[in-house]
């Protein structure tokens, strides 16, 4: 018999008991290269790169939902400088938002107080605090004749709360909750061993998007949510790479996701297709592509942030903004031991006093080196200026 619509076992199969020898190949694939990716930069180095990457997840996070806002925008919002216009300023606050609660994110997992990234209380917060300085405009849900305002990390409950997302119908607003808690429990990382969490963060992805909680914001929390699920997993590599990148653009072209996710809405093809509600066939389609487009992400940035090139990048740097050639060298050894003391630029640079001060400030005033305090060491800063020199390919869809 057909399993009834509105029991939460309609997002069956959530996991498998026995993974392909395919997407196992993955894993390990994508385990030890992250691995490789996290060691290859002083940790200083690697948290200053961390916040670049915030800001370009953040890019394809937008790009994803049709908002299109530049590097510099959002380099902008989070000095809280936002436009006049609208809806560019609502961007802007999406944008600002959304690298806030990644770091946020990562915080806590530094800190080992992140929760469960499954849970309900994870998901809401993840809602609520994406929402959290979201203008009414931002809030006003329109659907048909039955528009509403949306209550940040509140689940969808009424009737005016039934959405339609292209062909899929999800979960009916008033069994949300059942489903969520369902959700919960089948996607709980702590009971699972490390191949089954890097299995279930791709799985997920598509299982909440498919119940769809939340009125508006959910592929955000979906991408939110699979970034910490990665950390949880041991694949984050100190946040040096981005599934929102992978997923803005493809693996052979920007309309694979959604292309991928429609196709894991279909239903169980017969009876060699799983046993559960939802086509077991399509789920593993779906988490082979997530994974290959995991391994393919960190594959690129491990090229991009490989030592010997991102040196040499940084020399290229100092001749184009016009920089004394003593400037390289005090960014490489920062590049190398992640902070330097302000006193070693004259041995560094090899000048005197007077002239390496100089040097160094002019690095500083570039914005390429910054100090927590006036007198503090120095470190990199990645900021939109020196990034589009440094990183050319990072925000680009070509």
Not at 136 to 164: C, D, K, Q, T, Y
Not at 228 to 251: E, P
Request: net charge neutral; hydrophobic share 40%.
């Amino acid at each position: 018999m057909p399993l009834s619509i509105e029991t939460p076992s309609r997002i069956e199969p959530c996991l498998l008991e026995s993974i392909p020898i395919g997407i196992t190949d993955l894993i390990a694939n994508l385990t030890a290269s992250s691995e490789r990716l996290a060691s290859r930069l002083h940790p200083r180095t690697a948290s200053s790169l961390a916040e670049m990457v915030r800001m370009m997840n953040c890019y394809y996070s937008n790009l994803i939902e049709g908002h299109n806002t530049k590097p510099r925008d959002i380099e902008r919002a989070l000095a809280n400088d936002l436009e006049k216009d609208e809806l560019r300023r609502n961007f802007q606050i999406e944008a600002r938002a959304h690298v806030g609660l990644q770091r946020m994110i990562d915080e806590r997992y530094a800190t080992g107080n992140l929760s469960e990234p499954a849970s309900i209380e994870f998901l809401c917060w993840l809602h609520r605090e994406f929402y959290r300085d979201a203008p009414e405009s931002m809030l006003w849900i329109e659907n048909g004749e039955r528009g509403f305002r949306m209550e940040p990390g509140v689940f969808r409950s009424r009737a005016e709360h039934n959405v339609s997302v292209g062909r899929h119908i999800p979960t009916a607003s008033d069994r949300v909750g059942v489903f969520m808690r369902y959700f919960e429990q089948r996607y709980r990382l702590a009971s699972m061993g490390k191949g089954a969490q890097i299995f279930a963060m791709a799985a997920s992805h598509h299982r909440l998007a498919y119940i769809h909680p939340f009125p508006d914001g959910n592929g955000r929390v979906s991408r939110l949510m699979s970034h910490a699920m990665g950390l949880t997993a041991g694949i984050g590599a100190s946040g040096l790479w981005s599934v929102s990148r992978g997923l803005a653009r493809g693996l052979e072209s920007r309309q694979d996701y959604k292309n991928k996710m429609d196709y894991a809405d279909t239903p169980r093809q017969g009876d060699l297709d799983g046993r559960g509600n939802l086509s077991q066939k399509a789920l593993l389609d779906f988490v082979s592509w997530f994974l290959q487009v995991c391994v393919d992400q960190v594959g690129f940035m491990s090229g991009l942030f490989e030592f010997e090139r991102l040196a040499e990048r940084l020399k290229g740097y100092v001749e184009s903004q016009g920089l004394k050639p003593e400037a390289f060298f005090i960014l490489e050894r920062v590049l190398i031991q992640g902070e330097m003391p302000r006193g070693e630029a004259e041995r560094i640079t090899g000048l005197k006093e007077r002239s390496a001060r100089m040097v160094l400030s002019s690095l500083i005033n570039d914005g390429i080196l910054k100090s927590a305090t006036p007198k503090g060491p120095v470190s990199l800063h990645f900021g939109s200026a020196s990034i589009e020199f440094l990183f050319p390919r990072l925000f680009t869809e070509n």
